[in-house]
């Protein structure tokens, strides 16, 4: 069966200069607080051993996403995705990251890495930024409307530490954007956790958001509201993301197996990826 993981971070360059390699024994407490293992490879920082596992787990393709954020989180270079985009033909789609609170600079970044250099989509996490913003906030709104008129996704971080407070994962802000572009194929990382059931709300209201809750889907309170909206309600808005390297590849698809209908895990597992990837 296809697999798409929508959230793999590999050891490689600017990655490991994120708080997520730079503090191992943090990302392993992290591992180990939601029931799973830090992969081997990413203990060791080595990017080949990764691929390796992401073999060994049978997922053929990763979405890579850069990182325009506080450099304390860490910062992942637009340009290190195109390398490996290019260097691993087939086997990764990258999304570029940008920063709003500098608008001229991060159209020039989408023009750059995405118009010109074929990534496939935008990160954007203002509520990690120098200025944190809800992601209603206008002064994003061009942002948005350029990447409607690209028709080209938008991944917003809207959960867990997304910003200052818990107010910036609050649903409501992101289904403010779904409802003023509705042309706009739209991702929430982290699956705006804690307010799970709210956001499945939003995104049965809107068909044009899909969740990624990620690590959250993992052994975490409210997780069992994400898989029975996987198995009914949100079964072509839902998204497969491992949370690498919190969560190893082969244990992420393994977690599914009994917990998903096996005839909504093709949608699950690839084909929701694809449809807001826009691939064929």
């Known amino acids: 069966m296809e697999i798409i993981d929508f959230r793999y971070r590999p050891p490689y360059k600017s990655y490991r200069d994120t708080i997520m390699y730079r503090d191992l024994d943090r990302a392993r407490r992290c591992s180990e607080a939601f029931g799973m293992a830090q992969p081997p490879a990413a203990a060791a920082l080595d990017f080949a051993a990764s691929l390796a596992e992401m073999d060994a787990a049978g997922v053929g393709t990763a979405v890579l996403a850069g990182r325009k954020v506080l450099?304390?989180?860490?910062?992942?270079?637009n340009q290190d995705l195109v390398e490996l985009v290019r260097d691993y033909p087939g086997r990764f789609i990258g999304m570029a990251g940008v920063d709003p609170v500098d608008l001229d600079a991060a159209m020039a970044e989408i023009d750059t890495y995405v118009v010109k250099a074929g990534l496939r989509?935008?990160?954007?996490?203002?509520?990690?930024?120098?200025?944190?913003?809800?992601?209603?906030?206008?002064?994003?709104?061009?942002?948005?409307?350029?990447?409607?008129?690209?028709d080209v996704p938008v991944m917003l971080m809207t959960g867990s530490n997304c910003g200052p407070d818990m107010e910036y994962s609050h649903p409501g802000h992101a289904e403010a954007v779904a409802a003023a572009f509705p042309g706009l194929r739209i991702i929430l990382s982290h699956g705006g956790w804690p307010w799970v059931t709210q956001v499945i709300?939003?995104?049965?209201?809107?068909?044009?958001?899909?969740?990624?809750?990620?690590?959250y889907m993992f052994n975490c309170p409210g997780c069992g509201d994400y898989l029975t909206a996987a198995n009914y309600i949100l079964q072509k808005q839902m998204l497969f993301g491992s949370a690498y390297p919190y969560v190893g590849m082969d244990d992420a698809a393994a977690y599914f197996s009994g917990r998903l209908r096996p005839d909504v895990l093709p949608d699950f597992l690839a084909g929701n990826a694809r449809r807001v990837l826009g691939l064929s």
């Open 71 to 77: 450099p304390h989180i860490g910062v992942v270079d």
């Open 121 to 150: 989509g935008v990160v954007m996490e203002p509520g990690l930024t120098s200025a944190p913003m809800f992601v209603d906030d206008r002064h994003i709104f061009p942002l948005y409307e350029r990447c409607q008129a690209l």
């Open 201 to 215: 709300h939003v995104a049965y209201r809107y068909r044009n958001v899909f969740l990624l809750p990620d690590l």
